[in-house]
Antibody
């Protein structure tokens, strides 16, 4: 079964840290470009961060988390991570990992869309 | 920064009816970079359409996407009970790398 499973969420005080993990199974993780997307309570989806599938590990962040969050991946462990530091109340959200299969039979052919998602892990930042 | 504005905010329809959802971009977006998702409470979002008009794997053909430039549309030709959900458009750009519209809630009338 193709799936992504997030973990690591929980309750943390403002200024604290959390590390989210996302484990992939059932597909070739190393071929997927990966992202974190979040949804605050009562709000829509917000893209958080991206990491490429390649060894160069191209990385991007939303301005709202730049300098505080760090995305990484370990293809040997089929895992994606998000280290979240200096957490704020506005970081409270369900965090989803989401992937894009950017390769097909002809090679690199990105769709610029997330065709696989996890169920999410909830992060609450509150004192 | 490209801003995506979806309309209407809420759409009330009955099963069997046709749904038309709009996504308007503040600047022109390449059709290759526009996607649509369905999101139900407590579930993972599901990719419906990529490249503005290509259906994702396993998506029924009652879902279709169209548009170009700044105006894009998701059409559900004949609503099934399981189609009532929140729908988001998304674009790939430069800064931020990806962005979503605020969503359209499709509810049962």
């Amino acid at each position: 079964e193709v799936q992504l499973v997030e973990s690591g969420g929980g309750l943390v005080q403002p200024g604290g840290s959390l590390r989210l993990s996302c484990v992939a199974s059932g597909f070739t993780f190393r071929s997927y470009e990966m992202n974190w997307v979040r949804q605050a309570p009562g709000k829509g989806l917000e893209w958080v961060s991206y990491i490429s599938s390649t060894s160069e590990k191209t990385i991007y962040y939303a301005d709202s988390v730049k300098g505080r969050f760090t995305i990484s991946r370990d293809n040997a462990k089929n895992s994606l991570y998000l280290q979240m530091n200096s957490l704020r109340a506005e970081d409270t959200a369900v965090y989803y990992c989401a992937g894009e299969d950017s390769y097909d039979s002809s090679g690199y052919n990105p769709t610029y869309a997330f065709d696989i998602w996890g169920q999410g892990t909830k992060v609450t930042v509150s004192s | 920064e490209i801003v995506l504005t979806q309309s209407p905010g809420t759409l009330s329809l009955s099963p069997g009816e046709r749904a038309t959802l709009s996504c308007r971009a503040s600047q022109s977006v390449s059709s290759s970079y526009l996607a649509w998702y369905q999101h139900k409470p407590g579930q993972a979002p599901r990719l419906l359409i990529y490249g503005a008009s290509s259906r994702a794997t396993g998506i029924p053909d009652r879902f279709s996407g169209s548009g170009s430039g700044t105006d894009f549309t998701l059409t559900i030709s004949r609503l099934e009970p399981e189609d009532f959900a929140v729908y988001y458009c998304q674009q790939y750009g430069s800064s931020p790398l990806y962005s979503f519209g605020q969503g359209t809630k499709l509810e049962i009338k």
